[in-house]
């Protein structure tokens, strides 16, 4: 079994009209909470993207810079996906995982479907566990403010502190 956290910066909330720009993959081994490997990719999105993006998508990743490193990458979306199956590792179980990961699975089926093949039905979605903690304790088990820079590799990071803090303090 291994975990593989998963983010994607989007130009909107609708994996049918809004396109992937950016993707983040981390392999973990869920005993140690260790990576294995990772992988990101900023994304050529495909022509006439834009006139399917939406506003709050767009002025988030124009002030992070991201729609111009999107429109002078040279990788495209077929490419990427073929360099994430190449860093999975074959035999295992293999569990999407990450921040509100439904999201992303939902991306994935449309633009990314080889990938999603490979991963098991079963997600882990730290931020459900964050809440089902939040409920048993009455409190916000984050005691952290999240930065929220909306770069995959970044928001990666900060689920992976998020996950390793609730499974370190309130699962053990």
Aim: charged letters at 25%; proline letters at 4%; hydrophobic letters at 40%.
């Amino acid at each position: 079994m291994k975990f593989v956290f998963c983010d994607l910066e989007t130009t909107g909330l609708d994996p049918q009209k809004c396109c992937i720009l950016e993707i983040g993959v981390k392999i973990i081994e869920p005993v140690s909470i260790n990576t294995i490997t990772e992988y990101t990719s900023v994304v050529r999105p495909v022509l006439g993207w834009a006139e399917h993006a939406e506003s709050v998508a767009m002025d988030m990743h124009q002030k992070s810079g991201l729609i111009e490193k999107a429109a002078r990458s040279p990788r495209h979306l077929e490419q990427v996906q073929d360099q994430v199956l190449e860093m999975l590792p074959d035999g295992e179980d293999l569990y999407l995982a990450g921040n509100s990961v439904h999201f992303d699975r939902s991306f994935l089926a449309v633009h990314m479907p080889i990938f999603l093949s490979k991963l098991h039905h079963r997600q882990l979605d730290v931020t459900s566990l964050r809440l089902g903690i939040w409920a048993s304790m009455g409190q916000d088990p984050l005691t952290w403010k999240k930065e929220r820079r909306h770069t995959a590799m970044e928001d990666l990071e900060e689920t992976m502190k998020e996950f390793k803090h609730y499974v370190q303090n309130n699962l053990s």
